[in-house]
């Protein structure tokens, strides 16, 4: 068990490790905050905050091995020893990064690599990066500024803006909010609410009993919205698309356009501007809003 009052102490420690023919790093912490960015040489720079037991701290090193061309960190005596935050500079040599935490927080920034970053309860924040694959059963997840992305979480939020490539989401019960993605875009969830803010590519937004909020502007790829028991709110104004939208039991409101009243499904379809792209859109209990 961790150590508590009188014998927890607090230390401050610095390693640098000589990268040689690395290309991969993995981290693997089970709690703290884990933070990484461009370092200006060639090392990997680590810098450690540490609470345990006094006794204990001084002789307390970080596991490194080396695999081929992977270099794994860890903490191998978290029972003893806890790393509140550890910081680490990371080399232009890596491309590739692993990051891995049970309780702790992940923040990755300016590094050029492909990266994985999986955290069971902490949050996941990622600025810059390549390819992108992000992970966490209750913590949120936010990308900025990534080539691609895939992420899943169980209960945690996603924010995603400026990503250059394509984009997927699941999510149980997190809200999916997502700003100016070039490619294409697929976001799932079954009970959390999905934001799209002008895409580029083709969409594929779905949601159990979540809300689903669309706004499109310029380039569009097309693709389709659906709930089954939430409400679609578009944003259209601006947008070229072939229109259609479809509701069970529930209303469509759209400007200009009489929908016939009554029991049914209903229905509406028209185009707004060129019309180069489609746009479906279905609830099957919610109501339907074009602004």
Same mark, same amino acid.
């Not at 699941?170 to 959390?192: C, F, H, P, Y």
């Given at each position: 068990?961790?150590?508590?009052?009188?014998?927890?102490?607090?230390?401050?420690?610095?390693?640098?490790?000589?990268s040689?023919?690395?290309?991969?790093?993995?981290?693997?912490?089970?709690?703290?905050?884990?933070?990484?960015?461009?370092?200006?040489?060639?090392?990997?720079?680590?810098?450690?905050?540490?609470?345990?037991?006094?006794?204990?701290?001084?002789?307390?090193?970080a596991?490194?091995?080396?695999?081929?061309?992977?270099?794994?960190?860890?903490?191998?005596?978290?029972?003893?020893?806890?790393?509140?935050?550890?910081?680490?500079?990371?080399?232009?040599?890596?491309?590739?990064?692993?990051?891995?935490?049970?309780?702790?927080?992940?923040?990755?920034?300016?590094?050029?690599?492909?990266?994985?970053?999986?955290?069971?309860?902490?949050?996941?924040?990622?600025?810059?990066?390549?390819?992108?694959?992000?992970?966490?059963?209750?913590?949120?997840?936010?990308?900025?500024?990534?080539?691609?992305a895939?992420?899943?979480?169980? @209960?945690?939020?996603?924010?995603? =803006?400026?990503?250059? *490539?394509?984009?997927?989401?699941? /999510?149980?019960? $997190? +809200? &999916?909010?997502?700003?100016?993605?070039?490619?294409?875009?697929?976001?799932?969830?079954?009970?959390?609410?999905?934001?799209v803010?002008?895409?580029?590519?083709?969409?594929?937004?779905?949601?159990?009993?979540g @809300?689903?909020?669309?706004?499109? =502007?310029?380039?569009? *790829?097309?693709?389709?919205?659906? /709930?089954?028991? $939430? +409400? &679609?709110?578009?944003?259209?104004?601006?947008?070229?698309?072939?229109?259609?939208?479809?509701?069970?039991?529930?209303?469509?409101?759209?400007?200009?356009?009489?929908?016939?009243?009554?029991?049914?499904?209903?229905?509406?379809?028209y185009?707004?501007?060129?019309?180069?792209?489609?746009?479906?859109?279905?609830?099957?209990? $919610? +109501? &339907?809003?074009?602004?």
């Amino acid at each position: 068990m961790r150590s508590e009052g009188a014998d927890l102490e607090i230390r401050y420690c610095k390693e640098d490790i000589e990268s040689q023919a690395a290309e991969r790093l993995v981290v693997r912490m089970p709690e703290g905050t884990i933070t990484l960015s461009p370092s200006l040489d060639d090392k990997i720079h680590v810098e450690y905050e540490l609470h345990g037991n006094a006794s204990l701290l001084p002789s307390w090193k970080a596991s490194v091995r080396r695999h081929d061309r992977i270099l794994i960190i860890s903490n191998d005596r978290p029972q003893d020893i806890y790393t509140a935050s550890v910081a680490i500079a990371v080399p232009t040599c890596i491309k590739d990064l692993e990051v891995h935490s049970m309780k702790g927080e992940i923040d990755v920034r300016d590094c050029e690599s492909d990266i994985l970053a999986i955290s069971e309860f902490g949050a996941v924040h990622i600025h810059g990066g390549k390819s992108v694959e992000a992970s966490s059963v209750q913590g949120s997840v936010t990308l900025l500024n990534c080539a691609s992305a895939t992420v899943n979480t169980i @209960d945690g939020s996603v924010k995603c =803006s400026k990503i250059n *490539g394509s984009l997927h989401i699941e /999510t149980q019960g $997190g +809200d &999916i909010q997502t700003s100016r993605i070039k490619g294409n875009v697929i976001a799932l969830t079954k009970d959390g609410d999905i934001s799209v803010f002008k895409p580029e590519g083709r969409i594929r937004l779905i949601s159990h009993d979540g @809300d689903i909020e669309l706004e499109l =502007s310029g380039n569009f *790829g097309g693709g389709e919205a659906t /709930t089954y028991s $939430g +409400d &679609i709110n578009l944003m259209l104004e601006q947008a070229n698309v072939e229109f259609r939208a479809e509701t069970l039991s529930g209303q469509i409101s759209s400007p200009g356009t009489t929908i016939a009243s009554g029991t049914g499904p209903r229905r509406c379809a028209y185009r707004i501007g060129e019309g180069t792209k489609r746009l479906h859109v279905k609830s099957v209990l $919610g +109501d &339907i809003e074009v602004e």
